[in-house]
């Protein structure tokens, strides 16, 4: 792994002549935020070695480089999913590169079903915290000291001054923002209504597919997080109605422009 994260960071870094300190991984059709990236380059997934390749629709898979207002960035649009195949090392091994690149702060996006029932669909819910309900963990194997202790510390796992400055700023800009713990799935199915009582039950506001690896292995590797959720259904006894990917694309869709505002300031 650590022969494959150095090739990897060596090829990219052929290809940048930035040193983005700022990393940023969008969501299922949360690609919106690039559209403000300038003086890009873009790397398609696929030719990035050992870097899996994305499937699902509405990803389009490519690391973007450049400009977020005064400030170098990375993004990934389009992540990798458990649900897709891929071992969590896989689903990981982009944060791998990002801190070998020299990433300290890592901003993360998704859609997800709320299950607190103050929620309304198209809130955004800024990260506070998370739990892990995702099969295999993505540091169980052999703890490598040069990536991160093998016993990490997850009090801080979302910044808490990341948060304080985004809860500013939505304020700045009158931007309704919730706040709340996501629970991190499987999927690919969303959930039936025992499961996101259960959900609600074990202290979760919202619930998605996404996140959670990559936000340990980040903590792992000392990178400070933060994270936005979009909640783009509800799975609230009384409101739950069907659900489908088409429609989670489209209320993620009708946000994101001040999902978008929030990140960049923050950035900034
Ligand atoms: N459940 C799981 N993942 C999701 C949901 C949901 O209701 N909505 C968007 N992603």
């Known amino acids: 792994?650590?022969?494959?994260?150095?090739?990897?960071?060596?090829?990219?870094?052929?290809?940048?002549?930035?040193?983005?300190?700022?990393?940023?991984?969008?969501?299922?059709?949360?690609?919106?935020?690039?559209?403000?990236?300038?003086?890009?380059?873009?790397?398609?997934?696929?030719?990035?070695?050992?870097?899996?390749?994305?499937?699902?629709?509405?990803?389009?898979?490519?690391?973007?480089?450049?400009?977020?207002?005064?400030?170098?960035?990375?993004?990934?649009?389009?992540?990798?999913?458990?649900?897709?195949?891929?071992?969590?090392?896989?689903?990981?091994?982009?944060?791998?590169?990002?801190?070998?690149?020299?990433?300290?702060?890592?901003?993360?996006?998704?859609?997800?079903?709320?299950?607190?029932?103050?929620f309304e669909i198209g809130d955004l819910m800024i990260i506070t915290d998370h739990i892990n309900l995702f099969p295999e963990h993505p540091l169980r194997g052999k703890n490598f000291p040069e990536l991160g202790t093998r016993f990490p510390d997850m009090s801080d796992a979302y910044s808490k001054e990341l948060i304080e400055k985004a809860r500013q700023i939505a304020a700045k800009h009158k931007i309704k923002v919730v706040e709340g713990v996501y629970v991190g799935t499987t999927g690919p199915t969303f959930e039936t209504p025992a499961e996101y009582r259960y959900f609600r039950a074990i202290g979760g506001d919202a619930v998605g597919m996404s996140t959670v690896p990559e936000v340990i292995?980040?903590?792992?590797?000392?990178?400070?997080?933060?994270?936005?959720?979009?909640?783009?259904?509800?799975?609230?006894?009384?409101?739950?109605?069907?659900?489908?990917?088409?429609e989670v694309q489209q209320i993620g869709n009708s946000v994101q422009p001040l999902m978008t505002l929030i990140m960049k300031e923050l950035i900034n």
Do not use: W
């Open 1 to 118: 792994m650590l022969q494959k994260i150095q090739e990897t960071a060596d090829f990219l870094r052929t290809k940048i002549s930035t040193n983005p300190k700022t990393g940023i991984i969008l969501g299922t059709g949360l690609g919106n935020l690039v559209t403000q990236i300038t003086d890009k380059t873009e790397i398609p997934y696929q030719t990035i070695p050992n870097f899996p390749v994305s499937t699902v629709e509405g990803h389009s898979g490519k690391l973007i480089v450049g400009k977020l207002g005064n400030v170098d960035v990375l993004a990934m649009q389009g992540r990798f999913h458990y649900y897709e195949g891929y071992d969590m090392k896989d689903v990981t091994f982009p944060v791998r590169v990002m801190k070998a690149l020299g990433i300290d702060t890592l901003l993360v996006s998704n859609a997800s079903g709320g299950v607190d029932p103050n």
């Open 217 to 246: 292995v980040a903590n792992h590797a000392g990178i400070r997080c933060f994270g936005i959720s979009i909640i783009t259904d509800l799975g609230v006894p009384g409101k739950i109605v069907e659900v489908s990917h088409e």
